[in-house]
């Protein structure tokens, strides 16, 4: 439960020493190039997304997307495509 969170400086180093070094995971360079690209308005069709789950900003009919096969679900290409910072 959040109520029960302790964010004080001895409790997360505690957590830390439990946890060990913490990266976030991402997908893979290789998993990202094998997805479908194209622009929104060539894909639309009625009943389609109109906003990326990711950003959840509305799509444009020139935005650039990438397609998950499996689900069908459409995000922006840079919203997949950020790099980690570290």
Request: hydrophobic share 30%; with cysteine.
């Amino acid at each position: 439960r959040d109520e029960d969170f302790d964010s004080s400086y001895e409790s997360l180093t505690a957590l830390a020493s439990v946890l060990g070094d913490v990266k976030p995971r991402r997908t893979s360079d290789s998993v990202i190039k094998s997805l479908p690209k194209g622009l929104y308005k060539d894909w639309k069709r009625d009943g389609s997304d109109t906003r990326c789950p990711i950003c959840l900003d509305d799509y444009t009919p020139d935005d650039e997307l990438m397609k998950v096969p499996l689900c069908s679900h459409w995000l922006h290409q840079g919203c997949l495509e950020v790099r980690p910072f570290f």
